[in-house]
């Protein structure tokens, strides 16, 4: 299958991030977090499309929400009903969100976040953090090859957890900042929550020097019924960006915030900023998203904490018990296995190749950078067997014993 993609697809997928050497498995089928590929290997999903599953795959209440809506319709040239329900379910958990406009992605939340604080602040320059993700939009990959310079250098990147080099790397730049934006739980950087002091430390500083501070929550947000926000200090941003689990598995995504930053994509406006999108606020990811939303309560909440945690207390526990060099870590239901730099891999892999492809060939499957996520199919026979695998997989590669 990889072969014949790759006479369509360049590198035989369209999606940088699902690519792991030498191919990756084509997938044919999901039910829970049980997936199966197209040669009827059976795998236990930790990954859930990149944590966008947060209630596994085809779950009975998504696909009959989703069933009704497809017979109903799947797209129009007109607002619906069920976008209005997601937008109140939305700001009902998150009440930074006064007003809210659906994308179709994370990217194009990012994307339409910061041209609103740009057009808000009258400013030019982002300032974002070392190992952020936001998407694939050209302000955020800044210095990438294709993104003229000219863009690159209207983007400015602050250290992590660091509020004296923030203020050193926009020193004499503040009046030109528009915004900061942050991954209140960064994910792609290696999963890691921003404490509540650091978050309150940007507000003050975005508020003095009057720049926007926008939460990228495209995962974060599942890290409770109030997302990051509502977790790590009540900070309030002035936007924030949503993806993943607002679809309910479908593609989706959102951004919203204050008033009078929102407004300006009100089109009774004269000069109101441009939203068009073929498809936005879809009808059938509104109905998987608000089917989602709905049934994750406060109690499966806790849940999938319980879960996440076991997994960490597992995994540090087992890399203790065999002295192996590695670190797990993560924030609720969101999890990263650090593998340490004294583990040997097999040759042409990095420990953390090996790592993914001897997971997957244990049934297990992760993001090869070593993230994963509990959704509220996982069960703790699950975690403990993970767990297991990581210990065995991590154990074969430590050929030197660690102190
Ligand atoms: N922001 C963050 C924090 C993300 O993790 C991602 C995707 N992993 C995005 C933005 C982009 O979202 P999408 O892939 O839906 O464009």
Redesign the pocket.
């Known amino acids: 299958m990889f072969e014949r993609a790759t006479a369509s697809l360049p590198g035989g997928s369209t999606r940088t991030t699902i690519f792991s050497a030498p191919y990756p498995p084509y997938m044919a089928r999901g039910e829970g977090i049980r997936t199966w590929d197209l040669d009827g290997n059976e795998y236990r999903d930790f990954l859930g499309n990149?944590t966008s599953l947060i209630l596994g795959h085809a779950h009975p209440e998504v696909v009959a929400a989703v069933t009704a809506q497809v017979q109903r319709g799947s797209a129009f040239a007109a607002p619906t009903e069920i976008e209005i329900e997601l937008a109140e379910e939305i700001r009902a958990r998150l009440p930074s969100i006064e007003r809210i406009r659906f994308t179709n992605?994370?990217?194009e939340?990012?994307m339409f976040a910061i041209r609103a604080a740009r057009a808000f602040s009258g400013r030019s320059l982002l300032a974002k953090f070392e190992g952020a993700?936001?998407?694939?939009h050209d302000t955020v990959l800044a210095w990438s090859p294709g993104v003229p310079e000219a863009t690159s250098g209207l983007v400015i990147e602050l250290p992590w957890a660091d509020p004296e080099g923030v203020e050193r790397a926009i020193a004499g730049r503040e009046r030109e900042l528009a915004a900061i934006i942050i991954?209140p739980v960064q994910?792609?950087g290696g999963v890691r929550a921003a404490t509540p002091d650091f978050l309150r430390f940007l507000r003050e500083l975005t508020d003095r020097i009057g720049a926007l501070l926008i939460f990228?929550e495209?995962?974060a947000f599942r890290v409770g019924p109030n997302g990051a926000q509502g977790r790590l200090g009540g900070v309030r941003p002035d936007l924030t960006?949503l993806?993943?689990i607002i679809g309910g598995g479908y593609p989706s995504?959102g951004f919203g915030g204050r008033v009078e930053v929102m407004d300006q994509f009100d089109a009774r406006r004269a000069g109101a900023l441009v939203h068009g999108g073929t498809f936005n606020g879809n009808p059938v990811a509104a109905a998987a998203g608000l089917a989602t939303l709905r049934h994750l309560t406060a109690a499966r909440y806790a849940d999938l904490e319980r879960l996440g945690d076991r997994l960490r207390d597992g995994l540090t526990a087992a890399l203790e018990r065999d002295g192996l060099d590695a670190r797990a870590g993560g924030i609720a239901s969101i999890f990263q296995v650090f593998p340490g730099s004294s583990l040997v891999a097999p040759e042409g892999l990095t420990p953390q190749s090996a790592l993914f492809l001897g997971l997957l060939l244990d049934g297990f499957h992760l993001a090869p950078r070593g993230m994963g996520a509990v959704s509220t199919p996982t069960t703790e026979a699950d975690v403990d067997d993970l767990v297991a695998a990581v210990a065995r997989r991590l154990g074969s590669m430590q050929t030197v014993a660690v102190a």
Do not use: Q
């Not at 993700?133 to 694939?136: D, E, L, P, S």
């Open positions: 990149y992605s994370g990217t939340a990012t993700y936001h998407g694939t991954e994910g792609a990228d495209v995962i960006t993806g993943k995504g």
